[in-house]
Each structure stands twice: as C-alpha cells, then as structure tokens.
C-alpha cells in the first residue's frame, strides 16, 4: 500500500528565508546563522558543523552559482532534520557541481555530509538545491524531581 | 517565508516567524555582517543591541492580537554608513498601559543609532530604520 507523498506545513519558528551578498559577510553571516537557527533541532555540534561546513563549501563556489552576486537559502527544521534550499541556482554550474565526486570539491564535501541533494525546480538557466541532514536529535535529560 | 521588495540590493536579508527565539538569530545575522564588513567591535556590539530592542518589539508588540507573522530584517552598507531596517505587518507603535517591557527599546535605539525612523511602508510594512557610522567610523548625514 502506497500513500501521496504529503507536503509537511512548517511550525512557526521551524522555516526562514537568508539572502547574503557573496562579499566578505557571507562567511560569518552563514556560519552564525545557520548554527543558531539549526541548532533548535538538537543535532550534536558535530552535525551542525558539517552542515556549516557544506554551505561553506557552497559559499566558496557561489561567484559562479548564483546570477546577482546574492546567495539565498530557505532553512526548515525539525527535530533531528535540517532542510536547506538553495537558489536560486544558476543550472548548470549547479549540475556540474553535484557531479563533484573528488575531495576537495564543493560537490564532493556536500555529498558527504548531506544525507540527501538534488537539484529541483530546473529550468535551462536556474535550479534550486535541496539538501536534507540527518542526525540524531540529542536525548534532553529529565529534570531531577524536587525534594 | 519570503522576503520583501524592499531588502532588495541589501547585503544581507532575513524573514523569520517573530519569536522570541528569532531576537538571537537576526541578532547573529547583523554581527556577522558587521565582521565581514570589518567594522570595530565596539560598533557591531551596538548596532546588534538595537537590532535586538528592534526585534523584541516586533516579538512583543507587533501581533499581540493575532496568529502571529514575520520579522524581517534587512542590512546595507553605503560609502560611510550601515543601514538597518526591521519591519513587521502589525499593529504598529501604539502607547501600552499593559506592555510587558520596560519602555526603553526605542530610547535605547536612539542612544545608539545615528539616526532613527519609524515609518510605514507602501506595503503597509511597519519599519524601523537605524543608521550607524560605517567602517571608518562616520556615518553620512542626509
């Protein structure tokens, strides 16, 4: 038995929109934001920092990926998942670097760390990335009762 | 979550669900901007903190009637300035006999901003716009 593929509506606090200029505030502005906000999801810093470490591997390329010098991501989370979509993508850069597959290229570092990424939304000039981590939602530990 | 027309040419844009959880995060995105900009230390700190009394009224204020909605906040360098704007499609800045806060936010923003508006945009945004001194420590008057 099969079911539709359901479109999971996002809870408040759980999506946002980023755009950041290519320039030199991409960097800290990515890694700054992108911590804090995925961090909600209870993933272990190890985790976050491979996701910080895959958009900085994206950053690095975006001269060449993005048409208007501005890199934008749409971020969703939910406990133990981090989705992040990138674009818009020029296509064909973006195709060509999913098909990375050496260290220390972007599209190999992302493959690596992301659980899923694909390209969706392509036309013959733009693309959208989607990439998807995983991890385990780190256990909170119950309060010790009073008395 | 998208952003508005009006962050369009800003170095850095950012809509979010106004939470209180939010605060942190714009407040991250302005620092981060501030030293990629290479701006002093001193100055990220202060634009941050009104970042953050700009975001807080939008958290506190701005839906208290309704479902909620977004904080958006946008960032642009010029030759001699930064410019910030937070905007929200609440009620806007009324007086508050109930406000859970102090009353100092905006007071504050003017201590540590150049220059500061309230204004409502054209689409029916409300803004709060600060303008601090640039990298070499001047802001342009206009």
């Given at each position: 038995m099969s079911a539709a593929p359901v479109e999971l509506e996002a809870r408040p606090g759980h999506?946002?929109?980023l755009e950041?200029?290519?320039?030199?505030?991409?960097?800290?502005?990515?890694?700054?934001?992108?911590?804090?906000?995925?961090?909600?999801?209870?993933?272990?810093?190890?985790?976050?920092?491979?996701?910080?470490?895959?958009?900085?591997?994206?950053?690095?390329r975006a001269p060449e990926l993005v048409a208007a010098d501005r890199l934008g991501l749409d971020l969703r989370i939910e406990p133990g998942c981090v989705d992040v979509g990138v674009g818009p993508l020029l296509a064909e850069p973006a195709?060509?670097?999913?098909?990375e597959h050496e260290l220390p290229a972007a599209g190999a570092v992302i493959a690596g760390t992301a659980d899923e990424a694909r390209l969706r939304d392509t036309t013959s000039r733009e693309a959208r990335l989607d990439l998807r981590f995983e991890g385990v939602a780190a256990a909170v530990p119950a309060p010790e009762p009073a008395g | 979550m998208s952003l508005p027309a009006a962050f369009?040419?800003?170095?850095?844009?950012?809509?979010?669900?106004?939470?209180?959880?939010?605060?942190?995060?714009?407040?991250?995105?302005?620092?981060?901007?501030?030293?990629?900009?290479?701006?002093?230390?001193g100055q990220i700190e202060d634009m941050a903190l009104a970042v953050s009394?700009?975001?807080?009224?939008?958290?506190?204020?701005?839906?208290?009637?309704?479902?909620?909605?977004?904080?958006?906040?946008?960032?642009?360098?010029?030759?001699?300035?930064?410019?910030?704007?937070?905007?929200d499609y609440g009620g806007g800045i009324a007086p508050r006999t109930d406000s859970p806060g102090l009353g100092v936010g905006l007071p504050l923003i003017s201590t540590l901003a150049d220059r500061v508006e309230l204004l409502t945009a054209a689409d029916g945004a409300n803004e709060v716009h600060?303008?601090?001194p640039g990298a070499d420590g001047a802001s342009q008057a206009t």
């Open positions: 999506r946002l929109r950041v200029s290519t320039g030199t505030m991409a960097k800290p502005v990515l890694e700054r934001v992108v911590t804090l906000f995925a961090a909600r999801t209870g993933l272990a810093v190890d985790r976050l920092s491979e996701i910080v470490l895959a958009l900085d591997a994206l950053r690095e195709r060509r670097l999913l098909a | 369009a040419g800003a170095e850095v844009a950012i809509a979010l669900d106004a939470l209180p959880e939010s605060v942190a995060v714009v407040r991250q995105a302005v620092t981060g901007a501030g030293e990629g900009a290479g701006l002093p230390v009394e700009a975001a807080t009224n939008v958290v506190v204020h701005a839906y208290r009637d309704g479902p909620g909605g977004p904080l958006e906040a946008g960032l642009w360098l010029d030759a001699g300035s930064v410019s910030i704007v937070v905007r600060m303008r601090f």
